[in-house]
């Protein structure tokens, strides 16, 4: 089949202008926030200069223009933030007080829904399972992960296998694991998980489809992913440790386990409470996990999953919208605590 310009022409059109738009944007952005500054920076030095010689006092107009300038970068910022984010979530709580329709108000009763469905009740179950296992299994094994492979021959490829389920993203590592819990009938398995129960004499079950070994299994998948971004946070942090901290303990007689706590356990904590606290962040958003694994049934929904349901499937966006302002209000204490740490931090 020939190539007919002629008729590729309007597409070919639309390329260049999209090719012509893109190098002025990314040309704009270049100038704006690194042409410009550079040049207020030295006309600033060269006032400096000039000021120093003569010994006048520097005028405070410059510093107005600093400051206006200043504002003139934050403005994009504050009004992507307040339109993607400040925005939505007052309109996420108003919603959250009203019914399906968003027309009447209804109070709190989208909340006291949230606590007296069974069904909710469970999938607020299923979250805090998740929460509290996620976060502190994966920095186990990552924090395992980096004392092994530290200093070891190939410590690079190791790092890198570990670190790879990090690449795929939730939705391909659950088709994955769904391989690996797969069930058909008696006889070979094409799942891993029943195929070893079956040699080992065992009868093979349907794993996803048994409550709550289904919910478990789930936050297995959450675990091998994240537990590379574990092993890479805390390898770091351990390979920070001032040589001489390590070489004084040893002259003083420590063994590995007195090492391990009264060393590298109170250094590297900074780096766990990091690790821990974004684990947990992530482990509240989860979504795509059960959405693709189980799509939510036999018991493994969890709260990002039905706040989609109620919102997108059922319709019900004040119930959708309460629950959305749950998980908002859950994330908060997490941030505040990690906000504080950090500044902790830097003070001491």
């Known amino acids: 089949m020939e190539f007919d310009f002629a008729d590729q022409q309007p597409k070919l059109l639309m390329l260049m202008y999209g090719l012509i738009a893109f190098v002025l944007v990314v040309g704009g952005l270049l100038l704006l926030l690194d042409v410009v500054p550079a040049w207020f920076a030295r006309r600033r030095e060269a006032q400096l200069v000039a000021a120093s010689a003569s010994g006048a006092p520097l005028s405070r107009r410059p510093k107005?223009?600093?400051?206006?300038?200043?504002?003139?970068?934050?403005?994009?910022?504050?009004?992507?933030?307040?339109?993607?984010?400040?925005?939505?979530?007052?309109?996420?709580?108003?919603?959250?007080?009203?019914?399906?329709?968003?027309?009447?108000?209804?109070?709190?009763?989208?909340?006291?829904?949230?606590?007296?469905?069974?069904?909710?009740?469970?999938?607020?179950?299923?979250?805090?399972?998740?929460?509290?296992?996620?976060?502190?299994?994966?920095?186990?094994?990552?924090?395992?992960?980096?004392?092994?492979?530290?200093?070891?021959?190939?410590?690079?490829?190791?790092?890198?296998?570990?670190?790879?389920?990090?690449?795929?993203?939730?939705?391909?590592?659950?088709?994955?694991?769904?391989?690996?819990?797969?069930?058909?009938?008696?006889?070979?398995?094409?799942?891993?998980?029943?195929?070893?129960?079956?040699?080992?004499?065992?009868?093979?079950?349907?794993?996803?489809?048994?409550?709550?070994?289904?919910?478990?299994?789930?936050?297995?998948?959450?675990?091998?992913?994240?537990?590379?971004?574990?092993?890479?946070?805390?390898?770091?942090?351990?390979?920070?440790?001032?040589?001489?901290?390590v070489e004084a303990a040893r002259l003083d007689g420590v063994n590995p386990w007195q090492m391990y706590w009264q060393i590298t356990m109170p250094t590297i904590r900074p780096a766990l409470i990091v690790v821990v606290v974004t684990l947990s962040i992530a482990t509240l958003k989860v979504f795509d996990i059960v959405r693709t694994a189980t799509n939510g049934n036999y018991d493994t929904s969890v709260i990002a999953n039905e706040m989609y349901n109620q919102a997108f499937r059922y319709g019900e966006s004040g119930q959708g919208s309460a629950l959305a302002v749950f998980l908002f209000i859950l994330v908060i204490p997490i941030v505040i605590y990690q906000i504080r740490n950090l500044r902790q931090q830097r003070e001491g």
């Open 64 to 245: 107005q223009r600093e400051g206006l300038f200043a504002l003139f970068f934050l403005l994009p910022t504050l009004l992507l933030l307040t339109i993607g984010l400040v925005v939505p979530a007052i309109r996420t709580v108003l919603l959250s007080l009203m019914d399906r329709t968003s027309t009447n108000w209804v109070g709190l009763r989208n909340y006291s829904w949230m606590f007296s469905e069974d069904s909710i009740v469970r999938v607020l179950a299923n979250s805090l399972i998740w929460v509290l296992l996620v976060p502190l299994v994966a920095t186990a094994f990552g924090l395992i992960y980096a004392i092994m492979v530290d200093k070891v021959r190939f410590e690079a490829v190791a790092k890198s296998l570990i670190f790879l389920p990090m690449a795929i993203s939730f939705v391909g590592a659950s088709i994955i694991w769904k391989f690996v819990y797969a069930y058909r009938g008696e006889g070979d398995q094409i799942g891993l998980l029943n195929q070893i129960v079956v040699s080992l004499g065992g009868e093979p079950k349907q794993w996803l489809l048994e409550s709550p070994m289904n919910t478990l299994l789930l936050i297995v998948i959450m675990i091998w992913i994240q537990a590379g971004f574990a092993m890479v946070v805390l390898s770091a942090a351990i390979k920070a440790i001032p040589a001489d901290i």
